[in-house]
């Protein structure tokens, strides 16, 4: 029998995240550049690596019950073969547990030898098929070390929760990242209005419906609708509702200049753009090369013509000021995002968070000089860590240069307190996002 084509593909995308650290969504987008695949092999070659990745821990939990030797001792390769298994046995309902040992067992032959072809055999027959009765941890007793493995949490990152939220939050938040993200999507007010895309993919077979207050958003029912003459046409940009409260948090007004700081890879500084029907001037600044390509397609294919592209260090921004408006969508732990970027919670450190915390602190002060008396600037984060959020503002900002003030009313549900909006994943059901508006006093 041959290889599978789409599983043995994965294997490659799961080694280059597992032991070079590869970005996921870059491995994966590699490994379909170089081994192309049908519509129907992306879909499950994208459901098979992020699946094993976001569940990695309890695969290793479950398969060092069935292995006479340490998971540590195994060819790279054959660990990954064997997560993955682990994975479609639990989670993949269209996959045949026979299926699923055969075609490992083939994959093993192929990526090693007869040996670890029977090793995996004789392993994967031993998985359990279903999560019920499989772990021996109690939750109420032990609510760290079950997070740690039924959603696998990073035990650092699972601590922290646990002292910030204490036991049942930990395990709701832990709950509500292990799930895979909705498909979600920003209707280009330029272009369209929600109602009409919605009726416009709903007649291309992609079904969608509005599922938060965020005026632009809908979520799809299911596919991938990047084909479309809609996607094409820039009618849409895929974007979490809590990435687009940024751009209405800033309300942008026609006539202003405004910067977009961190911009790339063009979401928020799109979405200001059309709030503000292109008749504002938007600078996106970004240094970061790998992103810009992104961020040029993006304003293209979305008719933002109002949006300049700059490649700067907003470390050391190349402006003179005299913004109305800018946004400080600052480079962060990501923890918000990790329902999308479950490699993240791999690739993270301890000390990555104060790093990171110092950085936006510097982000902030160059935006609060670039800003005009009287100005606005919204600072931006995908995480909600105490030192990256409200503590980065206090620590950035003298006392009494800027005040809180509060975005449109219809932004209450996420309101924390005055001017300061807080997205949480166990509630919302969005990404995790912080965000502060703050209004620049005259001198």
């Not at 032959?109 to 007869?114: E, L, T, V």
């Not at 094409?232 to 940009?237: A, E, S």
């Amino acid at each position: 029998m041959p290889i599978d084509k789409v599983r043995d593909a994965a294997i490659d995308v799961l080694l280059r995240v597992f032991e070079r650290n590869v970005r996921l969504d870059d491995s994966l987008d590699r490994t379909l550049r170089r081994r192309p695949q049908s519509d129907r092999g992306r879909r499950f070659m994208t459901q098979l690596v992020y699946g094993t990745v976001r569940h990695k821990a309890l695969c290793d939990h479950l398969l060092a019950g069935c292995l006479h030797q340490s998971i540590d001792d195994l060819p790279k390769p054959i660990l990954a073969v064997l997560r993955m298994g682990v994975f479609q046995a639990l989670f993949c309902d269209q996959v045949p547990f026979p299926a699923m040992v055969h075609t490992s067992v083939d994959l093993a032959k192929k990526r090693g030898h007869a040996g670890t072809a029977r090793l995996t055999n004789a392993v994967l027959k031993r998985v359990p098929q279903q999560l019920d009765g499989a772990l021996s941890i109690d939750p109420s007793t032990d609510p760290i070390r079950y997070a740690t493995v039924r959603y696998s949490i990073p035990e650092w990152i699972a601590e922290r929760w646990h002292a910030e939220r204490g036991a049942e939050g930990l395990l709701a938040l832990s709950a509500a990242f292990n799930e895979q993200a909705p498909r979600t999507i920003r209707a280009n007010a330029l272009r369209t209005t929600p109602a009409h895309l919605q009726r416009t993919l709903e007649k291309a077979g992609f079904p969608s419906k509005s599922c938060t207050p965020v005026p632009d958003e809908l979520t799809l029912a299911a596919g991938m609708p990047i084909k479309t003459k809609s996607y094409l046409h820039g009618d849409f940009i895929f974007q979490d509702p809590a990435s687009m409260i940024a751009g209405h948090v800033m309300d942008p007004q026609p006539g202003e200049r405004i910067l977009d700081l961190c911009a790339a890879p063009g979401g928020k500084s799109t979405h200001i753009a059309a709030l503000a029907d292109n008749k504002a001037t938007v600078i996106a600044a970004d240094q970061e090369p790998r992103r810009m390509n992104r961020l040029i397609e993006n304003v293209e294919r979305l008719g933002t013509t109002s949006v300049r592209i700059v490649c700067s260090d907003g470390l050391h921004p190349p402006f003179n000021g005299g913004f109305d408006r800018v946004l400080v969508d600052a480079p962060c732990s990501g923890l918000g995002t990790m329902r999308r970027h479950p490699d993240l919670k791999w690739r993270l450190k301890p000390t990555d968070i104060p790093r990171l915390a110092e950085n936006q602190g510097t982000l902030l002060r160059a935006a609060a000089d670039l800003c005009e008396n009287g100005g606005l600037v919204v600072y931006s984060v995908c995480t909600f860590t105490p030192e990256e959020t409200r503590s980065v503002v206090e620590a950035a900002l003298p006392p009494g240069q800027f005040e809180e003030e509060d975005g449109p009313a219809w932004l209450e549900p996420w309101r924390v307190s005055r001017g300061t909006y807080q997205t949480d994943p166990a509630v919302h059901s969005l990404d995790g996002f912080f965000l502060m508006r703050l209004r620049k006093r005259s001198s």
